[in-house]
């Protein structure tokens, strides 16, 4: 299985999160303009298997400060049914997640609250995105403004599926596969290097988190 590097790059993890932003802000009902994305495979292309520097252990110290300041993470305590499985992402690397979304979303940032897991066990490199909004905030609308952003963020062309009584709306990107559907006012985005793996994961954590 493909593994990250210590140190991810700066265009990857940017164009990443470009993504997530533009899906957190047009599920908010505002025009996202971010057209950017960079798929799993890019992600963990462009990263050197260095060894940790002293630069890391503290980037490390300072992604536990991060999360705390932001919040619970909306990722923790989900489950994943077999053969899938959850995997941390590197502390490096979560720390420029948490970052360029603190940085990027603003206003934004004290209303949505967001995790990251890489998922293990399918054909190629997958990722969840879980975003939480504000209680009451996520409604048949603002879930089709999300997917409406996802499309146009990630060349998507998204068609949606009801799996034990959840909309899940997935599909082919221009980077892979996607996959969106809430649980509550939490949303969850897989992003799959390989197109048929977004929808498979998607059905195995909506049958576990029922």
Not at 130 to 158: D, R
Not at 176 to 204: M, Y
């Amino acid at each position: 299985m493909a593994t990250f590097g210590i140190r991810p790059p700066r265009r990857a993890l940017m164009a990443f999160a470009s993504v997530v932003i533009a899906i957190a802000l047009a599920g908010c009902g505002n025009s996202a303009g971010t057209s950017s994305s960079a798929s799993p495979s890019q992600i963990a292309a462009a990263s050197p298997s260095t060894a940790p520097s002293p630069s890391v252990a503290a980037s490390s110290a300072a992604s536990a400060s991060t999360a705390a300041s932001r919040g619970p993470d909306p990722a923790a305590g989900l489950k994943v049914d077999a053969p899938y499985s959850f995997v941390d992402l590197p502390p490096a690397m979560q720390q420029a997640f948490e970052t360029q979304m603190a940085t990027s979303l603003g206003a934004f940032g004290s209303n949505i609250t967001y995790g990251f897991r890489q998922v293990q066990g399918g054909t190629g490199l997958t990722y969840l995105l879980v975003l939480a909004f504000p209680t009451g905030t996520m409604n048949a609308s603002t879930f089709q403004g999300m997917v409406g952003g996802l499309s146009g963020s990630m060349g998507a062309t998204l068609t949606t599926t009801t799996v034990d009584g959840v909309d899940v709306a997935s599909g082919p990107s221009s980077t892979g596969g996607v996959a969106i559907f809430h649980i509550g006012d939490h949303a969850l985005i897989v992003i799959s290097e390989k197109p048929t793996d977004a929808l498979p994961v998607a059905k195995a954590l909506i049958s576990a988190n029922q």
